[in-house]
């Protein structure tokens, strides 16, 4: 028994420095931050916005025809996402083309795979605008 009381009193000694590093880390300024929302949107919005794409086809639409290309939420639409990409990078939105593949099955041997589809956006600008994708 005595064997099993020193690993007690180690573990109990454990927490006890845990709140310490918690109370000497924390400070009255941290507690008073308030949180606010985000300049990029609500998370809702951001949903629909996936990541931008990126491959050389769409690297020179970009610097010849000031196209950018974002892969979105499968469910999201023009509207909502010209509104979401207006607000975030400030720029005009002159046109948005869709792109769509649906998914697709693949069978190899007897095992039967899904392969997912995805959407993505071209999104033109106002000419002398652009989004800094940090590239």
């Not at 927490?15 to 507690?31: A, C, I, M, Q, Y």
């Not at 794409?53 to 769409?58: A, D, I, L």
């Amino acid at each position: 028994m005595s064997v099993l009381d020193i690993f007690k009193k180690n573990q109990t000694k454990k927490v006890s420095d845990k709140k310490k590093k918690k109370e000497t880390t924390s400070s009255p300024v941290e507690k008073n931050v308030v949180s606010s929302v985000s300049p990029r949107g609500s998370l809702k919005e951001q949903g629909f916005l996936l990541k931008p794409y990126f491959s050389e086809k769409f690297t020179l639409l970009r610097e010849e025809q000031n196209k950018y290309i974002f892969e979105v939420h499968p469910k999201a639409t023009k509207n909502e996402i010209k509104k979401l990409l207006e607000n975030i990078y400030n720029v005009k939105i002159l046109q948005i083309n869709v792109l769509s593949a649906s998914q697709k099955n693949k069978r190899w041997r007897n095992k039967k795979t899904v392969l997912k589809g995805n959407k993505k956006m071209i999104i033109t600008l106002k000419q002398g605008q652009n989004i800094d994708l940090g590239i």
